[in-house]
């Protein structure tokens, strides 16, 4: 059964480029979140997506955005890269049907440096 | 928003036990969770509590105080593989996301 995954692991861009990050929930999960970790900090709520559609978002700029697929897959996209915006990016997948609790598996994450 | 915080550093001995307090306020109390995280790999999850008391699962433990916004990790026969950040989150019924502190990073000696 493959957890969460998301690709690429590691990425270096330029100031003013655009990024988009993957993200495949882990099987029988519909719901994605996304989260950003700075060096030495927990992860940020970024926001998250069911039934494609943004559900919530957390205190990140509309430089920050996102989609869901049908199949629950996910991408999160971020235009006008600032050097702030290096950091690992986290996706987590949880199964909305079953909200018993908020339990959020976590992928691997993408680092991504902005030079 | 919820205000999560946690000590930032502690250190012990291998075989040895720590505590790792977390202190929290949120409106809607949905459940506290630890997560366990290696340098540059995703977290994994440690334990949830949702109601009053301590949980147990082999070598760590997780207890919680609604009442007193107060929760706990216990790493008990300590190893050198636990050396890591220990993250403490909180999940609000009123929101879908959690919230984490900032963790604590835990290096154990020989």
């Known amino acids: 059964d493959a957890g969460v995954t998301q690709s690429p692991t590691h990425l270096i861009k330029t100031r003013g480029q655009q990024v988009t990050l993957r993200c495949s929930p882990k099987s029988g999960h519909d719901t994605v979140s996304w989260y950003q970790q700075a060096l030495g900090q927990g992860p940020q709520f970024i926001f998250q997506?069911?039934?494609?559609?943004?559900?919530q978002r957390g205190n990140f700029p509309d430089r920050f955005s996102g989609h869901q697929f049908p199949n629950y897959s996910s991408e999160l996209n971020v235009n006008a890269l600032l050097l702030g915006d290096s950091a690992l990016y986290l996706c987590?997948?949880?199964?909305?049907?079953?909200?018993?609790?908020?339990?959020?598996?976590f992928g691997p994450g993408t680092r991504l440096t902005v030079l | 928003g919820q205000n999560i915080d946690q000590p930032t550093e502690m250190t012990a001995t291998e075989g040895a036990i720590v505590q790792i307090n977390c202190t929290y306020q949120t409106s809607g109390f949905n459940g506290l969770f630890w997560y366990q995280q290696h340098a540059g790999e995703a977290p994994t999850f440690l334990s949830y509590n949702v109601l009053d008391g301590l949980e147990e699962k082999g070598r760590f433990s997780s207890f919680l105080s609604r009442s007193k916004g107060y929760s706990y990790l216990l790493l008990k026969e300590l190893q050198m593989k636990d050396s890591a950040s220990y993250l403490c989150?909180?999940?609000?019924?009123?929101?879908?996301?959690?919230?984490f502190g900032a963790g604590t990073t835990v290096t154990v000696r020989a």
């Open positions: 997506y069911y039934e494609e559609e943004e559900r």
């Open positions: 987590a997948s949880s199964f909305q049907g079953a909200f018993s609790y908020n339990e959020q598996f």
């Open positions: 989150a909180v999940s609000d019924s009123n929101d879908y996301k959690l919230s």
